[in-house]
């Protein structure tokens, strides 16, 4: 016997395992995140050491290792389209346990570079981007909000790995700071990956699409004919994907003798948005998708190389260096608190329209630091907007793959999206010294960066008006929740 359709303020709710998959991975991800990430900051002295080298040297083989984060997202993100998350992310945590030990034997600088490209491909398959892959297939429209959830487990990685690691190394030395770390890999974020995560891909099933199980539950007759309003087809015939955002046509009615299949096919059209592809590649040539890569590898690029140079400016600024470094702890907390303002006043708001905000939050804040940053008053301003901003921004870039391309290919295309991101993170630190260097004072870097933020932002919101009508998914339950 069937079950009823669920009632309409119950729609988008997780399937019965989807709280425990939302704080497995967020236990996971700030495992990964505090020992893969931030435990890096704390160990390049000690590093540069051991290879007898400048620590330059050093931070230039974590920039390889983001690199090749980046151009392994993609890769990753189709195998977890295809074969679900829980291989991967074990595979990546396992990788962890073996490499984070490993680099505190290192003795030269070939293999420094050798351990961290390992890492580097360690951290695509086990940070946010193949993470929120899995919620996608898990949550269906209900995504968002679980990603939302994950990234404030996920905010709580510094805050709980630099005092950790400066205590281990302190205690124990860094060596086997290392190997503690190593093992909370494989004692914490495996068995979380691989006996909490799905084993393979769960498209079909009604917890991987809210609206596909109200569809699914309507009779035979109900589903024959395209969801008014919709323009999709129904599932016995083909629909041609349009990159570019346009809807799919009205076929005729299908053969009432395939209506166990058209159930399932419908409910998957009506739980994608108008323009879904199955082709990562498709997204890849479309012109909005290199507008978006854009604007966020811009949004990017600044906040990184804002935040290593952050100290430095607020002490130019007239503030002590203990000060400077309270303000830059207030930026983790905000960034927090920016992802549970959108998670409780913003839910009904497409990914892209919070994107817009959360984009031009960057360039004022950085105004507000330069022209104002030697009042209290106005640094906590700062601190608030700057860190929201960013905050809120690892969950706009998680929501809009799925939000303009739909969750078929979804883990090669945010993978995709996530490259040139992940690529300016690595470079960000460098432009940052560059502009400090040639702009002749902190101050007028501070600006010229918030120049480059807002021309991101400007071509952000160009770009999401271009797409305005096709911007909200067809089926999509904002206020789904888990």
Known sequence: MRAPPLPPADRGAA???????????????????????????????????AVDARPAV??????????????????????IDRHGGRWVMSAGSLAAALLLPLLGHVSSVLELYLVWAALGVTMAATLYDPAFAVLGQAFGAGQRRAITAVT?????????????????????????????????????????????????RASTQASASPAADDVASRPAAATSAPAAGSGGAPSSAPRA??????????????????APGRAASAAADVARPAGSIDDWRAAVRDPAFLRLAVAFTGNALVFSGMTVHLIPVLHAKGWSLAEAAW???????????????EYRWLPDWSASKVGVIAMWLLPVSL???ALLGGSMVWIGVFALLYGSGNGV???????????????????????ALSAPVLISKAAGPLVGSLLLAAALGPTAMVLLLAG????????????????APDAVPVGMVPSSRF
Request: proline share 6%; hydrophobic share 55%; net charge positive.
């Open 58 to 79: 050093v931070v230039g083989a974590y920039s390889v290792a983001l690199l090749i984060t980046g151009l392994a997202s993609a890769p990753f993100g189709a195998l």
């Open 452 to 467: 480059l933020a807002g021309l991101a932002a400007a071509f952000f919101t160009w770009t999401i008006r271009r797409r």
């Open 367 to 369: 105004v507000l630091l």
């Open 15 to 49: 399937p019965p395992a989807g709280a425990r998959l939302v704080v497995a991975l967020g236990i996971a991800q700030i495992v990964s995140w505090g020992s893969l990430y931030y435990a890096f900051a704390l160990i390049v002295d000690k590093l540069a050491a």
């Open 327 to 341: 303000i830059g702890a207030l930026v983790g907390p905000m960034q927090v608190l920016g992802r549970i303002a």
């Open 241 to 258: 994907p349009d990159v570019a955002g346009g809807h799919g046509s009205t076929a005729a009615p299908a053969d009432p003798r395939h």
């Open 393 to 415: 921004m690892t969950i706009v870039r998680g929501a809009i793959p799925a939000e303009l391309y739909g969750r078929a290919a979804y883990g090669a295309i945010n993978g």
């Open 152 to 200: 404030l487990f996920g905010g709580f990685a510094s805050t709980v790995f630099w005092p950790l690691t400066q205590a281990l190394v302190q205690a124990f030395g860094w060596q086997t700071a290392l190997l503690v770390l190593g093992a909370i890999n494989g004692l914490v974020a495996l068995p979380l990956h691989a006996l909490v995560l799905p084993s393979r």
